[in-house]
């Protein structure tokens, strides 16, 4: 048992629920944010496009939560943009425009959401065994591990270095607020390290020059998304193939993470709430290509976030969603949190993405015995794992794009290696 202090059929107070939701949409924001981010400058779309993409992510994500805590697995789980997704929208984007984007997200939503509603997901729940699901569980805080460590060197902002000494102390002074509120406060304060963490951060990066307020300033006060914002969506069968594949790994990364999310709400996880979870996801995933956005799946930021506020009101989650739409109606202010720097994020989701990892051991450490077969299986599939997405993308270059695609997610190799020795040496 974890100890949860506010369980999933829980419910707050508006006033501190309010605060707690606002701290999942900081939880994500950062990563949500970079998926339209990336995707927009390298297809080349001008500054105020990729203004409106965030923006309709933003909607699409908010619109994505509140499905999956209503319809689907019913989990405290926030949904976000997911990077699985980044490859293929930047292939389609650049070759076929995104107008194809809607159509392969409208599309491949449509077949998630049948292979959820129909228990094809439930039925092969047999195979993630508690020795397959804490790897996996491992593996996805792993695999964010280095987009914490590039945040706290300012590396995306700035590589050349320039900026390394600002950054690592605005790094380090939101690291030390987080764990100093998360572990010595009392009462609601504990409960939101990430916020007290964030704007002490913020402003130890204005007062040393490293906030970039311009984006702020081109994005208009008030906006409400429209659908088909890039056109209507045409369907060409790369772009829906390419992006299936896409698909696929966010329902292994998503079935992970309903385990991961069980285990730290201290909530039973069955065939019924994995369906109803995909089949949801599915569904969002449409409605984000109807707006225009990004693929959207289970966000382990959020999980990680649940592990150290013990808190799992599924109240909480969906007023977090809420804030998400409200968010994507105000394009200054969701340009507010897209300024935030990111050696304030390096700060946040150190101690977040750790604690995600620590999960999937507890839950070996708990439920797996460590014979010579069990320790083979989680050795081999952490070392494919990890070493996977170091291949650089010129040698992926050689390989189906739909391999590739496979290895550059550290999280389904890893899931795929384990699944497959746990099945063989029985």
């Given at each position: 048992?974890?100890?949860?202090?506010?369980?999933?059929?829980?419910?707050?107070?508006?006033?501190?629920?309010?605060?707690?939701?606002?701290?999942?949409?900081?939880?994500?924001?950062?990563?949500t944010?970079?998926?339209?981010?990336?995707?927009?400058?390298?297809?080349?779309?001008?500054?105020?496009?990729?203004?409106?993409l965030?923006?309709?992510?933003?909607?699409?994500?908010?619109?994505?939560?509140?499905?999956?805590?209503?319809?689907?697995?019913r989990?405290?789980?926030?949904?976000?943009?997911?990077?699985?997704?980044?490859?293929?929208?930047?292939?389609?984007?650049?070759?076929?425009?995104?107008?194809?984007?809607?159509?392969?997200?409208?599309?491949?939503?449509?077949?998630?959401?049948?292979?959820?509603?129909?228990?094809?997901?439930?039925?092969?729940?047999?195979?993630?065994?508690?020795?397959?699901?804490?790897v996996?569980?491992?593996?996805?805080?792993?695999?964010?591990?280095?987009?914490?460590?590039?945040?706290?060197?300012?590396?995306?902002?700035?590589?050349?270095?320039?900026?390394?000494?600002?950054?690592?102390?605005?790094?380090?002074?939101?690291?030390?607020?987080?764990?100093?509120?998360?572990?010595?406060?009392?009462?609601?304060?504990?409960?939101?390290?990430?916020?007290?963490g964030a704007?002490?951060?913020?402003?130890?990066?204005?007062?040393?020059?490293?906030?970039?307020?311009?984006?702020?300033?081109?994005?208009?006060?008030?906006?409400?998304?429209?659908?088909?914002?890039?056109?209507?969506?045409?369907?060409?069968?790369?772009?829906?193939?390419?992006?299936?594949?896409?698909?696929?790994?966010?329902?292994?990364?998503?079935?992970?993470?309903?385990?991961?999310?069980?285990?730290?709400?201290?909530?039973?996880?069955?065939?019924?709430?994995?369906?109803?979870?995909?089949?949801?996801?599915g569904?969002?995933?449409?409605?984000?290509?109807?707006?225009?956005?990004?693929?959207?799946?289970?966000?382990?930021?959020n999980?990680?976030?649940?592990?150290?506020?013990?808190?799992?009101?599924?109240?909480?989650?969906?007023?977090?969603?809420?804030?998400?739409?409200?968010?994507?109606?105000?394009?200054?202010?969701?340009?507010?949190?897209?300024?935030?720097p990111?050696?304030?994020?390096?700060?946040?989701?150190?101690?977040?993405?750790?604690?995600?990892?620590?999960?999937?051991?507890?839950?070996?450490?708990?439920?797996?015995?460590?014979?010579?077969?069990?320790?083979?299986?989680?050795?081999?599939?952490?070392?494919?794992?990890?070493?996977?997405?170091?291949?650089?993308?010129?040698?992926?270059?050689?390989?189906?794009?739909?391999?590739?695609?496979?290895?550059?997610?550290?999280?389904?190799?890893?899931?795929?290696?384990?699944?497959?020795?746990?099945?063989?040496?029985?």
């Amino acid at each position: 048992m974890n100890g949860v202090r506010v369980g999933v059929e829980d419910k707050l107070p508006y006033s501190r629920a309010v605060v707690l939701g606002f701290q999942h949409v900081l939880a994500m924001f950062g990563a949500t944010i970079t998926v339209p981010l990336v995707v927009g400058n390298a297809i080349g779309l001008s500054q105020k496009d990729i203004a409106l993409l965030i923006q309709v992510v933003l909607l699409a994500m908010g619109i994505a939560t509140i499905l999956q805590t209503t319809i689907g697995s019913r989990y405290p789980i926030v949904q976000g943009s997911s990077f699985a997704f980044i490859p293929g929208l930047i292939s389609i984007g650049s070759s076929s425009g995104l107008a194809a984007v809607e159509g392969a997200l409208i599309a491949g939503g449509i077949v998630e959401a049948v292979f959820g509603g129909f228990g094809i997901v439930g039925k092969l729940k047999k195979l993630f065994s508690p020795v397959v699901t804490g790897v996996t569980i491992m593996l996805i805080g792993f695999s964010l591990a280095h987009v914490a460590v590039k945040y706290t060197f300012n590396f995306f902002a700035d590589p050349s270095g320039a900026s390394i000494p600002k950054a690592v102390l605005i790094a380090l002074v939101t690291f030390a607020v987080t764990v100093a509120v998360a572990l010595k406060s009392k009462g609601a304060l504990r409960a939101m390290p990430v916020i007290v963490g964030a704007v002490v951060g913020y402003v130890v990066s204005i007062a040393l020059g490293m906030a970039d307020f311009t984006l702020v300033s081109e994005l208009p006060a008030f906006n409400v998304p429209r659908p088909l914002p890039w056109g209507m969506p045409t369907f060409e069968a790369y772009a829906i193939i390419t992006l299936l594949f896409a698909f696929m790994v966010s329902i292994i990364e998503s079935v992970g993470d309903y385990h991961a999310i069980s285990a730290i709400s201290e909530a039973p996880i069955t065939n019924r709430h994995i369906n109803r979870g995909i089949m949801s996801e599915g569904i969002a995933c449409s409605i984000a290509g109807i707006f225009g956005a990004c693929g959207t799946t289970s966000y382990s930021e959020n999980i990680g976030l649940v592990a150290l506020t013990k808190v799992a009101s599924r109240q909480v989650v969906q007023i977090g969603g809420l804030i998400l739409i409200a968010i994507s109606m105000f394009p200054k202010f969701s340009g507010i949190l897209a300024s935030i720097p990111q050696p304030v994020l390096g700060g946040l989701t150190i101690a977040l993405y750790g604690m995600i990892s620590v999960t999937g051991l507890r839950l070996i450490k708990d439920k797996v015995e460590l014979n010579d077969r069990n320790m083979l299986i989680i050795a081999s599939a952490l070392i494919v794992g990890l070493g996977a997405p170091q291949l650089p993308q010129e040698f992926l270059a050689h390989f189906p794009k739909i391999v590739a695609s496979i290895l550059e997610s550290g999280m389904a190799v890893g899931a795929l290696t384990a699944i497959v020795l746990d099945q063989i040496l029985r």
